[in-house]
């Protein structure tokens, strides 16, 4: 009710004291809101009583070791929301079959990527994966990042309770079932199956697969992914 009754010079005079109790990551998310809105011809009123309520709420969590990211999502995001109202909740993720989906085009794109560069680069070695090996890590990449997203460590806790050893330890295992299921798949799969493909095929198919991550990620606004 009080801060209703303040003048707007009031408003940004109380703004000005809390910004300075603010962390330098905090602040420079601030800075960054504020340019943004400003290039929205978001209103001066607006954005005061509205960083008066932000403001407010960082210097008070900022305590526990809350970002500004983590409570409002990134500026982008934030930004959408002040003008277009939310679409998804801030922190919210995002289904586990998009998460999936991301997570299944970084990880296969990248390899398949690498394999192409190693066979440009040892025109006499042959590639690392065969064309069913390809396929099978693009799967267990995706479900691989999936399950990290269940347990990465939370920020907003106090030390000693985010989940780091967890995180690790989850991570090492998932990253010796990994390497244990592609490589037992070329052991495996009959090489007449698991065919190999040209070095260009192997770059085409990294380069179409994170160029389809980043596009997939932009249009289903996947939230909550490991990267």
Known sequence: MSETKLTLEE????????????TKKNEQYMIQLDRSLIAANYAEEQRERLYAEMLAELVEKQKTGSTARQ???TV?????????GPTLPVGGKSPDWQI?????LFMGGLFSLMSGITMFL????????GLVSLLINFLVGGLMLLILTKVIPD??????QRGYMKYLGVSTILMLAWIMVVMGSQAIVPQSINIMLPPVAYLMIGIVSLVGK???KKTFDVRGTIM
């Open 214 to 216: 980043w596009y997939f």
């Open 122 to 129: 040892n025109s006499n070695q042959v590639a690392s994966m």
């Open 100 to 104: 999936f989906v991301d997570g299944a």
């Open 76 to 84: 982008t995001e934030r930004v959408a929301i002040i003008l277009d």
């Open 155 to 160: 920020f907003s806790k106090p030390k000693g």
């Open 71 to 73: 409570l409002y999502g």
């Open 11 to 22: 408003i940004k005079a109380n703004n000005r004291e809390l910004k300075e109790k603010l």
